[in-house]
């Protein structure tokens, strides 16, 4: 009954020897293709570096007034937009200004990546049901695997810098978008998709007319998720050498600076907040038409 | 044949996977029921034949599961056919490829839906403008001509609110706008006044009248209501578990059911209100009766021959008398007829 007593696991020297193959295997890969795929994300990594460089040499004044007109531009508030404007002075006087640029430039990157990738492959997933089955444990995977797993390949193949960070945020922050998109394309009720077929709409006139405007709240919806957990993953990204909000809030840690970590973690919230409410607003107002009365 | 703008020969529409199949069974009498328990596939349409008329309204009637919502999206291909042909203006749509039955969709035929099929993120305007920016006209030019037709359905100063702030009866007229702004002669209107109320609906008959007696389009039109159906069909058609039980003019129908179910369905039918003095004139006798025009229904008739002394019509046509009808013969005429015999002794012409 020896079988029922102890689990029959695989012999120890096997599976070290297995354990070894894959890690030789894959240092062997990140040796022979590493500067490869370094030089393939290049674009990137010239792209965030630019935009970061852009954000740390603009006057704070006119950043300032950008986040202004642009919160007021998404929401249409002035309250909001006067909140931002106000967190962000206090950010600098506190001596967080440039941390806090690197981060936005961090986020704002890997944001417009998560929709440029997102949104194709949502609608790719919508109209059709095999790739669905397929993609959906896919974005489980990138969910819910820790993510210093996949901090680690990355790491070996890339190195610490910029790219492994931005490609880790975005690992943790497409699927919401993905799921999302897909999910709105295909709420959308089936009669106004006939309609849009009697009248002879072709594939681009149906998705970009009718599809993805009706699915846009959804798809917005997604995109604030997106941010949301790009934001998340700034303290983590810091850890594989990422500038920001991330690296004072790591210092804090090793060395019980109470003060540093709360001021930066804080200032990552109000990140959070500023990002959460614009793009919230703006995703009602998007969607005003489906509201009855008449006073609109 | 000319007459025929559209024309459904030997359709056949089975759902299931192995469709083609199933045909020989149910042409060699296969039921919709043996048909489902034996080989699990659904029935829609059984060897439909009909001839649609240019220029005129026509209905397809039938219960509620009789193929006839089905049959219309053969027309213009949202459903594919199992087998047959419908041929539109001598072209069989359903060996259009994809870039012609897009152009026909575009340009042949516009369609009308039951829930409206509105798109909620565009405005009236939009939405009545949406087949013509499909057919890739300027937008100056869609907006003129979507404007013209929201002002003829009685629409103007509403074009820039949004769908869900109207009522179901303004919102199915921004339906009807945006099928009649694409020119397409061929209208198909799939139960297009089913989910209104009453009152409403018997405005946007008028409205679709109105419309007709000066467009003169080929109209197919789809509905449960045979009062509907009396109203404004120029034809009818009676559809049952997918197969052509009926088809003729109102007066046809209501006099001669051809069988149980369509008496059944005209048994509630206000019948002197569909006969018209036309269809019950006989031979003239002698005797000189109140001259009334033939196209006039019996309903008002006899009204008119109680304000007056007379028990008998004279039936004129262009002021010509062409036969009389009796009080007799009218009383005789709306009370109902059994089925599958013409319900008098008379004949009539």
């Given at each position: 009954m020896s079988l029922f007593d102890k689990f029959p696991a695989m012999e120890r020297t096997d599976l070290r020897d297995l354990k070894k193959g894959i890690d030789s295997s894959f240092k062997e890969f990140s040796r022979s293709w590493g500067e490869s795929i370094e030089a393939f994300f290049d674009p990137l990594f010239y792209f965030l570096v630019n935009f970061e460089k852009l954000l740390l040499a603009t006057p704070w004044p006119i950043i300032i007034?950008?986040?202004?007109?642009?919160?007021?531009?998404?929401?249409?508030?002035?309250?909001?937009?006067?909140?931002?404007?106000?967190?962000?002075?206090?950010?600098?006087?506190?001596?967080?200004?440039?941390?806090?640029?690197?981060?936005?430039?961090?986020?704002?990157?890997a944001t417009f990546i998560c929709i440029a990738f997102g949104i194709p492959i949502g609608v790719a997933m919508s109209k059709s049901d095999r790739l669905q089955s397929f993609i959906t444990p896919i974005l489980d995977i990138m969910q819910t695997i820790p993510i210093f797993v996949y901090l680690l390949p990355v790491v070996m193949l890339l190195g610490i810098g910029k790219v492994p960070g931005l490609i880790a945020v975005c690992v943790y922050a497409m699927p919401p978008?993905?799921?999302?998109?897909?999910?709105?394309?295909?709420?959308?009720?089936?009669?106004?998709?006939?309609?849009?077929?009697?009248?002879?709409?072709?594939?681009?006139?149906?998705?970009?007319?009718?599809?993805?405007?009706?699915?846009?709240?959804?798809?917005?919806?997604?995109?604030?998720?997106?941010?949301?957990?790009?934001?998340?993953?700034?303290v983590i990204a810091s850890m594989i050498g990422v500038k920001g909000l991330g690296v004072p809030v790591l210092q804090s840690i090793q060395n019980q600076y109470l003060a540093l970590g709360m001021m930066n973690g804080l200032a990552i919230v109000a990140l959070a907040i500023i990002f959460d409410r614009v793009s919230q607003k703006y995703g009602k107002r998007l969607q005003r038409h489906r509201e009855g009365g008449n006073d609109v | 044949m000319s007459d025929?703008?559209?024309?459904?020969?030997?359709?056949?529409?089975?759902?299931?996977?192995?469709?083609?199949?199933?045909?020989?069974?149910?042409?060699?009498?296969?039921?919709?029921?043996?048909?489902?328990?034996?080989?699990?596939?659904?029935?829609?349409?059984?060897?439909?034949?009909?001839?649609?008329?240019?220029?005129?309204?026509?209905?397809?009637?039938?219960?509620?599961?009789?193929?006839k919502s089905t049959l219309i999206r053969h027309i213009n291909r949202l459903i594919e056919p199992t087998v047959g042909e419908i041929i539109v203006d001598g072209e069989n749509v359903l060996e259009m490829d994809k870039d012609k039955i897009r152009d026909f969709r575009r340009?042949?035929?516009?369609?009308?839906?039951?829930?409206?099929?509105?798109m909620p993120h565009r405005t009236v305007l939009e939405n009545g403008m949406y087949g013509l920016n499909i057919q890739g006209v300027t937008s100056g030019e869609a907006e003129k001509r979507t404007k013209h037709w929201l002002n003829r359905v009685g629409l103007s100063g509403f074009e820039d609110r949004f769908p869900a702030q109207l009522s179901g009866g303004m919102q199915q007229r921004v339906g009807l706008a945006r099928a009649l702004a694409?020119?397409?002669?061929?209208?198909?209107?799939?139960?297009?006044?089913?989910?209104?109320?009453?009152?409403?609906?018997?405005?946007?008959?008028?409205?679709?009248?109105?419309?007709?007696?000066?467009?003169?389009?080929?109209?197919?039109?789809?509905?449960?209501?045979?009062?509907?159906?009396?109203?404004?069909?120029?034809?009818?058609?009676?559809?049952?578990?997918g197969e052509l039980i009926q088809k003729g003019s109102p007066q046809n129908i209501v006099l001669k059911p051809a069988d149980d179910y369509v008496a059944d369905f005209t048994k509630d039918v206000n019948r002197a209100r569909v006969l018209t003095l036309n269809?019950?004139?006989?031979?003239?006798?002698?005797?000189?009766g109140l001259a009334l025009d033939g196209d006039l229904p019996i309903e008002q008739a006899?009204?008119?021959?109680?304000?007056?002394?007379?028990?008998?019509?004279?039936?004129?046509?262009?002021?010509?008398?062409?036969?009389?009808?009796?009080?007799?013969?009218?009383?005789?005429?709306?009370?109902?007829?059994?089925?599958?015999e013409s319900g008098s002794t008379k004949t009539y012409r």
């Open positions: 007034g950008i986040v202004a007109g642009l919160s007021y531009l998404g929401s249409r508030s002035w309250k909001l937009s006067a909140g931002a404007a106000i967190s962000f002075l206090a950010i600098g006087y506190l001596g967080m200004w440039e941390n806090t640029m690197s981060t936005v430039a961090l986020i704002s990157v978008i993905v799921r999302l998109t897909n999910l709105g394309l295909r709420l959308v009720d089936k009669e106004i998709l006939e309609a849009a077929d009697a009248f002879g709409s072709n594939y681009r006139q149906r998705l970009f007319k009718v599809q993805l405007p009706l699915a846009l709240p959804n798809i917005f919806a997604g995109v604030n998720q997106t941010i949301m957990m790009a934001l998340a993953m700034v | 025929y703008k559209i024309e459904i020969k030997n359709l056949y529409k089975i759902f299931g996977p192995n469709d083609k199949d199933m045909v020989d069974l149910v042409a060699n009498g296969l039921g919709k029921q043996e048909l489902l328990d034996k080989h699990r596939h659904v029935l829609g349409l059984n060897n439909v034949n009909i001839g649609i008329l240019a220029n005129s309204i026509n209905v397809i009637m039938g219960l509620s599961g009789s193929g340009f042949g035929a516009s369609m009308v839906f039951q829930n409206f099929g509105l694409t020119d397409a002669d061929i209208l198909l209107m799939d139960e297009a006044f089913s989910a209104l109320d009453p009152l409403i609906r018997a405005d946007m008959q008028a409205i679709l009248l109105d419309l007709q007696a000066e467009l003169h389009k080929t109209i197919v039109f789809i509905t449960h209501d045979l009062d509907e159906a009396l109203r404004i069909g120029d034809d009818i058609a009676i559809l049952r578990d269809t019950l004139s006989h031979e003239a006798g002698s005797k000189e006899m009204q008119q021959m109680v304000d007056s002394k007379y028990n008998l019509v004279t039936v004129m046509k262009d002021n010509k008398p062409i036969g009389q009808v009796s009080l007799r013969d009218m009383v005789g005429a709306i009370s109902r007829p059994k089925a599958t």
